[in-house]
C-alpha cells in the first residue's frame, strides 16, 4: 500500500499504474506498487527501458493511459519453414513488458512471441504450451518429470524444442533431462535471459533467435543451454546442458561448461554456426523416476560433528558432500583444535551405513580422486564415493535420478557412476580456465 499522502496525491490527479506521470522533474509510466516496497517511494520505467523509484514531492499527469486491449492476430504457420515447440516454465525469457498496464505480463501464445521475437518467428514456425509459470529458483523435481513427459509427448511432432526456463536453476534442470530423456532423437535447448525484455540490454530476443536457428538449421539431438557466449551481443554458445553452470549472478554470458567443450555458437551478426558435437545413438529410454530425499553438507573449516547427526537424523537417502580439492573434509587430528575431526569421520561413517554419501568438489574444475591423500582415504574407507568430475548441481540430480531408478545402495552407487548422457568423462583434456 502507498502511504495516505501518496494515496491522497494519486487520487486527486486521477492517476493510475499505466498512466504516463512526472515524478519531481522525471517523467515515466506509473509502475504497480511492490507489496513489499516503501509506501512513500512510487516506482516509474523511465523511456530507457529502467525502472526508478522516487520519494516523491510532486506528481503532475502527463497523459492518461487510453489503451484498448490488444486484439491478436491469429498467425499462418508457413510450408517449409521448420516448426519449434516452445515450452514455458516461466523466468524472465517468457515474460514481456506493457508499458500502457505498466508492469510484466507473461508471453505464452504463438502470437506473443511472434510480437516479441520476429527475427526467430521469420526463421521458424513457432508454435508453445505452457508447462508452469514460475521463478525457477521455486521448480522442484516433481516439476523436471512433467517436462521431460511433455518433451516425450511432443517430440516426435516439431523439428525442434525450446524450454524457457529462469537462469537461476536451468542447470539443474538441463541436467534432469539428460538423465530422464536418453537418447532423444531430437534438438532439444533450454533458453533464458539474464536481462527482462524491457531493457535496452535484454539478451532474450538474441537467444531465443539463435536457439531456433541451431535447432533448425542442424542435425544437433540431445539438451542444451543456449546463451550468450560473452558479454556483447555477437555469439551465442549452445553447451552440453547436464555440463553447464550460472557463474556469474547479472552477466549475459553467464553460463559455462563445466569438464566439457561447447557443442556450437551461433554468430547473431552472420548467422555462422559451427557445430562441435556428436550425434547421438542408442535407443531413445524415458526415465523419469525420481528420489528427492537427498542432502547437500558443504565442507569448510570449523565444521562440526552434530552437523553429520543432522543428517543421519533426516534420514536421507542419499547425501551429496562438497569437499575441497580432490574431495576432502577435516578427518584428521594433529592437535587439541582437531580432535573434533575423528568425530567427524566415525560419523561419516555411520550416515554411509544408510544412505549412498557422495563426494564432490568445491573446485569445480577437474575431478575427484580420493586416491591420492591420506584424508581421502578414511573418506572412502567410511564408504563414501566419489563424484568423478560432476560438479556438485549435477551430483545432486544424478543422484536423485540413480536411487529413483535402482532398487537398493548398491545399484544406485554402481549407476550414479556410470556415463547416461554425458555427466560424466573418465578422461579429462587439459584446458586453460
Excluded at 499505466?18 to 523511456?47: A, F, Q, Y
Excluded at 521448420?82 to 513488458?97: E, N, Y
Excluded at 531413445?284 to 547427526?309: A, F, H, Q, W
Aim: aromatic share 6%; net charge negative.
Amino acid at each position: 500500500m502507498y502511504s495516505e499522502n501518496i494515496e491522497t496525491i494519486l487520487d486527486n490527479s486521477n492517476i493510475e499504474v499505466g498512466d504516463r506521470i512526472k515524478v519531481d522533474g522525471r517523467e515515466g509510466v506509473l509502475m504497480p506498487k511492490p507489496s513489499s516496497g516503501d509506501p512513500e517511494s512510487v516506482v516509474l520505467k523511465l523511456e530507457s527501458g529502467y525502472n526508478i523509484g522516487l520519494e516523491p514531492e510532486n506528481i503532475e499527469l502527463i497523459e492518461k493511459n487510453s489503451s484498448e486491449p490488444e486484439e491478436k492476430t491469429a498467425i499462418e504457420h508457413e510450408d517449409g519453414k521448420p516448426d519449434i515447440m516452445v515450452l514455458h516454465t516461466g523466468g524472465t525469457i517468457a515474460s514481456r513488458v506493457s508499458y500502457e498496464e505498466g508492469g510484466v505480463k507473461p508471453a505464452f501464445d504463438p502470437e506473443d512471441l511472434v510480437e516479441m521475437y520476429p527475427e526467430l518467428a521469420e526463421e521458424v514456425n513457432i508454435h508453445s504450451e505452457v508447462i508452469a509459470q514460475m521463478l525457477s529458483e521455486d521448480m522442484e523435481p516433481a516439476h523436471w518429470q512433467e517436462i521431460a513427459e511433455k518433451i516425450d509427448e511432443v517430440k516426435d511432432e516439431y523439428d525442434g524444442i525450446i524450454i524457457g526456463h529462469g537462469t537461476d536453476t536451468m542447470a539443474y534442470t538441463g541436467a534432469a533431462l539428460t538423465l530422464m530423456v536418453q537418447n532423444i532423437d531430437t534438438g532439444v535447448l533450454l533458453v533464458g535471459s539474464q536481462r527482462s525484455s524491457d531493457r535496452p540490454s535484454t539478451d532474450a530476443s538474441m537467444n531465443m533467435y539463435c536457439a531456433g536457428k541451431f535447432l533448425s538449421e542442424t542435425d544437433f539431438n540431445g539438451i542444451g543451454i543456449c546463451m550468450h557466449r560473452t558479454s556483447s551481443d555477437d555469439e551465442t554458445v549452445v553447451l552440453p546442458a547436464a555440463k553447464a553452470r550460472k557463474m556469474h549472478t547479472s552477466r549475459r554470458n553467464a553460463f559455462q561448461g563445466i569438464n566439457a567443450e561447447p557443442l556450437g555458437t551461433i554468430d547473431y551478426q552472420t548467422g555462422e554456426i559451427t557445430e562441435n558435437y556428436e550425434e547421438k545413438t542408442g535407443d531413445y529410454k524415458l526415465s523419469t523416476d525420481l528420489n528427492p530425499n537427498v542432502g547437500i553438507l558443504k565442507t569448510r573449516p570449523g565444521m562440526k560433528p552434530e552437523e553429520l547427526d543432522f543428517l543421519i537424523e533426516q534420514d536421507y537417502d542419499g547425501v551429496i558432500i562438497e569437499g575441497t580439492g580432490l574431495g576432502h573434509m577435516p578427518v584428521n587430528a594433529f592437535d587439541e583444535k582437531t580432535q573434533h575431526h575423528e568425530e567427524i569421520l566415525e560419523k561419516l561413517d555411520e550416515l554411509a551405513d544408510e544412505a549412498v554419501v557422495v563426494m564432490a568438489s568445491q573446485c569445480l574444475n577437474g575431478r575427484v580422486n580420493m586416491n591420492v591423500y591420506d584424508a581421502g582415504l578414511k573418506i572412502q574407507d567410511a564408504g563414501v564415493i566419489g563424484a568423478e568430475d560432476m560438479p556438485p548441481e549435477l551430483a545432486y540430480v544424478k543422484l536423485i535420478w540413480s536411487l529413483g531408478n535402482t532398487g537398493s545402495m548398491k545399484e544406485a552407487e554402481e549407476v550414479f557412476t556410470e556415463n547416461i548422457g554425458g555427466e560424466v568423462n573418465k578422461r579429462l583434456e587439459y584446458n586453460e580456465l
